[in-house]
Structure formats: C-alpha cells, structure tokens
Nanobody
Framework: QVQLVESGGGLVQAGGSLRLSCAAS????????MGWYRQAPGKQRELVAT???????NYGAFVKDRFTISRDNAKNTVYLQMNSLKPEDTAVYYC??????????WGQGTQVTVSS
C-alpha cells in the first residue's frame, strides 16, 4: 500500500502560480511513477503530468510548458509547479502513484481555483 498526501492548492488569480506537493509513504520503493491528474466539475479526470522513477516526464497537451513536474526521491515527494494559470485550470488535482506497473493509488485531492 501507498499513502499519498497532497498540499499546496488554493485560490489564485489568472496569470498566477501555485506549487502542489504530494508526499508518499508506505511501499515507496515499489513506485514506478508518480503524477498529477485533475478533474473539473462535469468533466472526466485527465492527465496533467507524470514522472517515472528514472525522471522521464509526460505532460497533458493543455499544459504547453506552463507546468513542471519534479520529484525529490529522498523525500518521496513529487511537485507540480504551475505557472500562467488560467480559469480553465480550476479543478481538483489528484496525486497518483503507480506500483509494479499495475496498482494505482490516489491522494484525496486538492482544490485549485483560478479567478479571472
């Protein structure tokens, strides 16, 4: 099992920045990749960004160089730096961990609200 605790969400004006953090505990050595997904009201959950244990990253098409995912292996923590935020980025952001290429774990989610 893996436990994920997110932090860093909040309210920000359009054009502003936020940094999300996700701390993992439990079977952290078995984590293949971690990432962020988001879900806006009435919409499906979508990929924001992922990072593998070796540091390879993948981003959703809408990110367009505005967001950066990184990880601190010593702290078992993954970060999402979000810049140039837009109102359409408003959503609940969920941390995700993939174990053994099969098992997925989710955090409780953190709300990000971008005002226009």
């Amino acid at each position: 099992q893996v436990q994920l605790v997110e932090s860093g969400g909040g309210l920000v004006q359009a054009g502003g920045s936020l940094r999300l953090s996700c701390a993992a505990s439990g079977r952290v050595l078995s984590i293949n990749a971690m990432g962020w997904y988001r879900q806006a009201p009435g919409k499906q959950r979508e990929l924001v960004a992922t990072i593998t244990s070796s540091g390879n990253t993948n981003y959703g098409a809408f990110v367009k160089d505005r967001f950066t995912i990184s990880r601190d292996n010593a702290k078992n923590t993954v970060y999402l730096q979000m810049n140039s935020l837009k109102p359409e980025d408003t959503a609940v952001y969920y941390c995700n961990a993939l174990l053994g290429g099969v098992l997925q774990f989710w955090g409780q989610g953190t709300q990000v609200t971008v005002s226009s």
